[in-house]
T-cell receptor, first 118, second 114 residues
Framework: AQTVTQSQPEMSVQEAETVTLSCTYD???????LFWYKQPPSRQMILVIR??????QNATENRFSVNFQKAAKSFSLKISDSQLGDAAMYFC???????????????FGKGTLLTVNP | DAGITQSPRHKVTETGTPVTLRCHQT?????MYWYRQDPGHGLRLIHY???????DKGEVSDGYSVSRSKTEDFLLTLESATSSQTSVYFC?????????????FGPGTRLTVL
């Protein structure tokens, strides 16, 4: 079974600075999908960024980018120019490449609580 | 916003009572999921559905049942609520037609079992 580990329960960053959230995973599959979700105090789960394992290029979405190291099974999230609105719980998630039913389910890490200091 | 609503948004109930949570979607997506979120555990899959009347168990299904009689509605039932089922419950959908099959989540239901 796949597992996802987020080793940093809490992180803090100064406004306008850069922060990196760590995520490692364990899988025997060669292709898969990885996601970062953001959960602000409103509790809504918001997809931040996604990565397909077969793609060498790291995904980028505006101020959010990932450092995907397939051999190391590492998928870290970098937030540049941090803003107060970035304060949230961040979850890393894994999905199997196989289609149908439970193979579409997400396996989540336990989350990292990010605080942004003004 | 993927057109997902959950009801109720908050509920307080007593141990031993039945509880039903509703997830409603407006876009006819095939796959629907119920997760629970607990501190220190992230989100864990309870049950999922891959079509009308087609459901299966997730990793934490004990004490829960589901039903899907219409594409747009996915119901989660706690037959006899226990304090260990106090949690935040999220419904999610995915289309099943795209390579990512990324999931979109409802706003969540906070359930407290006294």
């Amino acid at each position: 079974a796949q597992t996802v580990t987020q080793s940093q329960p809490e992180m803090s960053v100064q406004e306008a600075e850069t922060v990196t959230l760590s995520c490692t995973y364990d899988t025997s599959e060669s292709d898969y999908y990885l996601f970062w979700y953001k959960q602000p105090p409103s509790r809504q789960m918001i997809l931040v960024i996604r990565q397909e394992a077969y793609k060498q290029q790291n995904a980028t979405e505006n101020r959010f980018s990932v450092n995907f190291q397939k051999a190391a099974k590492s998928f870290s999230l970098k937030i540049s120019d941090s803003q107060l609105g970035d304060a949230a719980m961040y979850f890393c998630a894994y999905r199997s490449p196989r289609s149908g039913g439970s193979n579409y389910k997400l396996t989540f890490g336990k989350g990292t609580l990010l605080t942004v200091n003004p | 916003d993927a057109g997902i609503t959950q009801s109720p948004r908050h509920k307080v109930t007593e141990t031993g009572t039945p509880v039903t949570l509703r997830c409603h979607q407006t876009e006819n997506h095939r796959y629907m999921y119920w997760y629970r979120q607990d501190p220190g555990h992230g989100l864990r899959l309870i049950h999922y559905s891959y079509g009308v009347k087609d459901t299966d168990k997730g990793e934490v299904s004990d004490g829960y049942s589901v039903s899907r009689s219409k594409t747009e509605d996915f119901l989660l039932t706690l037959e006899s609520a226990t304090s260990s089922q106090t949690s935040v419950y999220f419904c999610a959908i995915s289309t099943g037609y795209q390579s990512y099959n990324e999931q979109f989540f409802g706003p969540g239901t906070r359930l407290t079992v006294l």
